[in-house]
């Protein structure tokens, strides 16, 4: 199962994400995963929320491009290599990582992260036959 | 059209009635200006000497400093009683350059405008939005005037306002909108932002001026308002809008030759160029009475076209602006025009169609940044996109100007919007 995803244009401006982050406060808009790739000028903030669709309404209201996007959360054994496992069986497949980013969660032995795949659907399938645990949107609303 | 007689005439008619104009007014100007007297006493030049309109070139120019050095009325040729209005340049920097019109000047200027306006489309059954300033800016008021002329129910809007501008719109049915091209552009953002379409509105055509703008920018504003796009010329010293405007075949800008003789120059020489040879517009104003101006020049760079248009008319017609030597930028010795920024950004996918050039100094050399606006949220996928999509107008940049600028994505809507003539330049320098 795939996860939502949204992605926010920002400009490198100080108290940009202070703004961002206090409209998704004041709309209840719980945030559980962040990342930012960022050049000189701008940046792309990219975040799993509590309300996929009232985050990108909210950003665009505010007037920033912004797109959702699906992409895969697995969640993995926090051990020495866990991840090593998983990345490698994706690129022994072709599959090829665009971007990911891990989360911190109050489970000690599993830890979560969110991959970007050149294919989703053949990564799904590469994932799960290789006992790597998907998660699902149900998965996610319990780490709220 | 509008005035047949005069916009098909016969050349050596025309050149005739030129002539005896111009006679006029160097008369008047010689007469009743004291600077012009000393001017043309300095350069051997008599009313009576002018007896061809090659003679024309042995007048001196007159440039915008002469206009600002005899702020305010200091060129006026008639009494201040017969004056019945008073107008004045945008001017951004220090004072601005007044003008005057008798009854008989507002006249000509009504007729001048009735021309381009139904060369453009309308016509009395027309309905039309005026969105630029009334005010001291002759925009508005000119082309009020033309549009009264030739029959057309007029909405002063005035610019600004733009969810109303919208509103009325559609509520009114206007058919003619006259804005400036960026107004219009960002008038077409805000009307798919407010989620009208074009089935919702009755627009046919949009008759753009006071800035100049791109055949890009032109297919840009024909697009998203579904409209025939043509452009007009004018200046506050001269008259205001009415000193030339496309007709519907858009092959450059009809000039009322009755009114006003154009000549083309090489701005750094002052030497007369041919037809067809691009430089610096210089306008002899035959008919204006209250401020006569001799061989004023534009600044603006253009191409005079002597061919007929197929339209019928005979006037010779001046190219689209291809830049002001006002807007001219010299970056590490390239001279850059704003419109060569335009025609390359306007071409471009997934930005919008706003911009901003900025100019700094780094150390002793100079920079060019190009802001523009990320639109396109397909983009956001990928960081190897967007760099490609910077990386692709930056090589166009390069091609287009010579010269290496850095491109700038920015948010949307952080450029900012122009009621009236978009700031396209920041110079830090």
Known sequence: MLIKQISIFIENKSGRLAQITKLFGERGVNILALSIADTTDFGILRLIVSNPEVAERTVKEFGLTAKTTDVIGISIPHIPGGLAQALSVLSDDGISIEYMYAFATCSEDNAMVILKVSDNGEAMKILTNSGIKILTDADIATLF | MWNKAIETMRRPDM???????????VGRVYNNVPFYRKRLDDAGVTP???????????????VKN?????YPF??????????????ASSGTTGKPTTVGYTRADLEMWSECVARLVMAAGATGDDVAQIAFGYGLFTGAFGLHAGLEKVGAAI???????????????????STVLVSTPSYALYMAEVMAEMGVKQSDIALKYGLFGAEGSTEEMRAQLESRWGIIATENYGMSELVG?????????KTGMHINE??????????????VLEYGEKGELVITTILKEGIPLLRYRTKDITRLIPEVCPCGRTSIRMEKIQGRSDDMLIIRGVNVFPSQVESVLLGMPHISPHYQLE????????????????EDSSLLESFSQLEALEKSIRHKLQVVLGLDARVQLTEPKTIERSMGKAKRVIDLR
Do not use: W
Request: charged fraction near 25%.
């Open chain 2, 48 to 62: 009576e000497s002018i007896k061809s309109l090659k003679d024309l070139q042995r007048i001196p120019f007159t």
């Open chain 2, 155 to 173: 909405i002063p809007m005035s610019s600004g306002n733009t969810e109303k501008q919208i509103m009325i719109m559609q509520d009114y049915k």
């Open chain 2, 359 to 374: 100019v700094s100094k780094n150390g002793f050399v100079d920079a060019l940044k190009v802001i523009v606006e990320l």
């Open chain 2, 15 to 25: 050149e005739a009635l030129q002539l005896e104009r111009l006679k006029a007014t």
């Open chain 2, 74 to 87: 200091g060129l006026f040729a008639v009494p201040m009683k017969d004056i019945v209005r008073i107008h």
């Open chain 2, 66 to 70: 002469d206009l600002r050095d005899h």
């Open chain 2, 258 to 271: 009755d009114c006003f003789i154009p000549e083309i120059i090489n701005p750094e020489t002052g030497e």
């Open chain 2, 241 to 249: 809008p009415g000193v030339s405007g496309e007709c519907i075949h």
